[in-house]
């Protein structure tokens, strides 16, 4: 099956500081990544949807501009949560679509995200 | 609002047995998919089924889609120890997720 990756697989920064979160289609290209973050124990939420060449879809009440979306490729696709907080802690997990007819998505092992 | 939402929310069994996972969902739609999420880990994908589908196999797993009731159940048979994690549903490109269950198979 399709694969797609996380970088870092986890990461730990001060309050204040961004954080780059990549997300890679490994064996396919992806026209469209998905950003999504879970909180422990509760579900995937949809953050925005990543479009290669254009700019992304941010769902109603995430910050666009605290949650900088890049996909400058087919196969790369860049989440940066800038001037991080605490309560920005959570995982972050990334999904691209198969472009085929089936609009399967394959999820990335997701990047666990500490803001001290 | 959340499409796809799982019942129950956790089920314990003992290995070897079946376990059924439901999931209804609110809107009209073109496809439902189900995944496994292990611990602290990504989603896998475990299977699609179409609107114009009402039963799919792959394996030990077993779909069905009612549209009619705007549901779908997902079996898995002969439980193993390995299939312990969350299962969630989630419908159409968009995918919306509800909270999943918590399938915990006991050996």
């Known amino acids: 099956g399709a694969v797609v990756s996380q970088h870092p697989s986890w990461v730990i920064c001060k309050s204040g500081t961004s954080v780059k979160i990549e997300c890679r289609s490994l064996d396919f290209q992806a026209t469209t990544m998905f950003w999504y973050r879970q909180f422990p124990k509760q579900s995937l939420m949809l953050m925005a949807t990543s479009n290669e060449g254009s700019k992304a879809t941010y769902e109603q009440g995430v910050e666009k501009d605290k949650f900088l979306i890049n996909h400058a490729s087919l196969t790369l696709s860049t989440l940066t949560v800038t001037s991080a907080h605490p309560e920005d802690s959570s995982f972050y997990i990334c999904?691209?679509?198969?472009?085929?007819?089936?609009?399967?998505?394959?999820f990335g092992p997701g990047t666990r995200l500490t803001v001290l | 609002s959340q499409q796809g939402e799982e019942d129950p929310q956790a089920l314990s069994i003992q290995e070897g047995e079946n376990a059924t996972m439901n999931c209804s969902y609110k809107?009209?739609?073109?496809?439902l998919q189900w995944y496994r999420q292990n611990s602290g880990r990504g989603l896998v994908h475990l299977i699609l089924i179409r609107s114009n589908e009402r039963e799919k196999h792959s394996g030990r797993l077993r779909v069905t889609l009612d549209t009619s009731k705007k549901s779908s159940s997902l079996l898995i048979t002969a439980s193993r120890a390995a299939d312990t994690a969350s299962y969630f549903c989630a419908t159409d490109e968009k995918l919306t997720f509800g909270t999943g269950t918590r399938l915990t198979i006991i050996p």
């Open positions: 809107t009209s739609i073109n496809n």
């Open positions: 999904s691209a679509r198969v472009p085929d007819s089936t609009d399967t998505q394959y």
